[in-house]
């Protein structure tokens, strides 16, 4: 979308133009929207007024006076700006407030057809169906849009259209074929294309900048390999690290899609970290609305657990925002049609490597499925539940010698398996084909692709009327003086002993008593800056309540923001939620529990004064060493401190001794199980030795550096580290100035990672790598030098 604005002589001094273009179908070319009308505007966005001639014949001093070019962003962010700057303006009295719309011009980008790029956030759609999609902020609009959802069987018709899903695992190459014996492989052209790519780039610059000019030939190579009996627009790309999907339309088809929404969530390393994880975008084609989820695993062969936490991380947390500001995002599983492609990473178990090409050679497909993970995992129902995979029949896509048709001849000798999959979710589809790519030879991973047949709700534009007016007049029927009346389950909940990273939930059950629908929100109390503690939230914290009843999920959950003052008891899980209702009264609701301290969130001082598990530790013993932790003192009771906390030290010596020639630490993330159990190890004292997987203990070293109210490097020398971080003399001083107990954990932790580094032929870490992931050590602007400087 684009604004544009110039600044003229013809006017007062600093006065601007707002150009608002229109058009009635979803812009593809420049043709397609018209010059509506010329606003003057002042440096502050208030109308200047001017003889409307004068609007017209300074159009053509915008061609040689222009003076800004804003290109906004497609997606939520706009569409609110843009929703703000049409509300102000509809309040201008010489203005017909129909008239101001902010609509789409297309950039044009060289060249026609597939390589034209579309990006909208709004448009108008030829059909009513669109006031289905639009901001409701009303009461009575928001019930006219649950009744349209409802009765939509009575306007819509069902209409099949093809979707061409392709997944592709580049392994950081370059595109060096064509791609059409791939994109281009069925007999008539698909209606719209949704590809998916990892690791397209595997470079440690891609971490820290999120760019890549892969991005650019990958997209390249997919517009030159689309169908070439059709002319494709690209809808959307959206890419986080490695990980990015394309998605292309029909230029005809391209009006009809809306509701456009990308978002990322990655799952690498503390859950976070881009290697590993998802793009999705969401659209409503039509009536029906769709999500395509593009993902990438953890790998190995013995992480399917991770696999499956990771496919759990994704749908909790990909969510989309609503048009409408007042409504919760979206999940996944909201959406009626769930796309589903990617490197999935799913293995076959129990099988040696002789034993699975010796299947593979006798095309015994079916067997070899049988031990395939994925399939356990869903025949297990622990991922991908009332999913669909079309019957595989094509040998695995995993691994492959690059540029050849051989199979893994490396050391490791990977089995070969089904990595790259296409599932789906949701009613009316038909797989017309599933198989793989075997002439293309880029990368050890085969392209995989599917065509789905599926069918879409199309609005019947004399049936939507006839239902909207039924609809309407009904309300009218409906609408008293009543007043909206809920009643609640429960008004006290109470959370008994929440821990660290622990997700804790009550649900909060609204029925409506009443006699008419009701709006309801949890409002701010006074001077207070959210509806709840940051440790507390209320999913939805606002919604529409019709004749029936809601669950509302009390969620808490204690991070590294929120558990330094828990742990020192400067706060407590204790909160007074308000539910107001629209027209009616308000409830309190009250929330309570009892938080078991944890050495994560800790200082660093606390806990070298700790000889004893903290949770064996007196709350007021605790409180009192975490206010002497800001003075660096001791209280004259208290033995000798600890040089190091104990816990660092159980975790650290657990790597030093179990890990060092690990392939993969610091980068391959641990399971949340397991990250628990140490927790309750560390806290406890029980067992006397860390359990778990070496990732899931190196995930909670860096957990607990992270947490650390006090960074190692404490904040008040952040600004001396700025300035000397390139000398190394200078560097050794500020370590030398640091409060006793932070230079030895700092001394401890830098002399972990030297002998990590003395490994770095097995364990495959540079210094690079520790630095990414040693933010809570290392928090200045250039780690990798730091590191250097001090002998690392």
Known sequence: MIILSARYNVFPPLCFRLFMFMHRRMAITGSDVTLQKIIPISYDFSVVEGKPDQYVKSSLIWLLAFYYLFKLPFGSHTRLFLSEVNRAWCGKPSTSSHIFKICSSQERVKGEGR?????????????????????????????IKCELLKNEDAYTYIENFSFFLGTYNVNGQTPKESLRSWLGCTPQPPDLYCIGFQELDLSKEVFFFNDTPKEQEWMKAVSEGLHSDAKYALVKL??????????????????HISDMEAETVGTGIMGRMGNKGAVAVRFRFHNSDVCVVNAHLAAHVEEYERRNQDYRDICSRMLFRQLDPTLSPLTIMKHSIVLWLGDLNYRISDLE???????????????????????????????FVDFLEGEIEFQPTYKYDMGSDKWDTSEKCRVPAWCDRILWKGKNITQRHYRSHMTLRTSDHKPVSSLLEIGIKVVNEESYKRTLEDIV???????????????????E?????VKFMQHRAETLTLHNDGQVPCKFEFIKKLDEPAYCKPWLTANPSRGFLAQDSVDIDLELFVNRSTAPELNSGQQQLEDILILHLERGKDFFISISGSYLSSCFGSSIHTLCQLKEPIQDMPLETIRELSLMATSETNSPDTEKALDIPKELWMMVDHLYRNASKQEDLFQQPGLRSEFEEIRDCLDTGMPDTLPGSNHSVAEALLLFLDALPEPVIPFSFYQQCLECYFTSGQCKMIISMLPQCHKNVFNYVTAFLRELLKNSAHNRLDVNILAIHNKAVWDEPDQKHCMKSVGV
């Open 493 to 497: 909940f109470h959370f008994k002993d």
């Open 473 to 491: 007049r009904s309300l009218d029927k409906l609408e008293n003086e009543c007043i909206p009346s809920v009643c609640l389950s429960k008004s």
């Open 238 to 255: 959206v890419r986080l690290v490695g990980i990015m999907l394309l998605f292309y339309v029909k230029k005809e088809h391209a009006e």
């Open 353 to 383: 490597v002789d034993h699975v090409k010796d299947l593979i050679m006798k095309k015994d497909f079916e067997t070899l499925h049988n031990h395939d993970q994925l399939k356990r995992q869903m025949d297990e129902e622990a991922v």
């Open 115 to 143: 390589n034209e790029l579309v990006r909208l956030s709004t448009h108008t759609v030829s059909n009513k169906a669109q006031m289905l999609t639009m901001p409701q902020f009303g009461l009575r609009d928001t019930l």
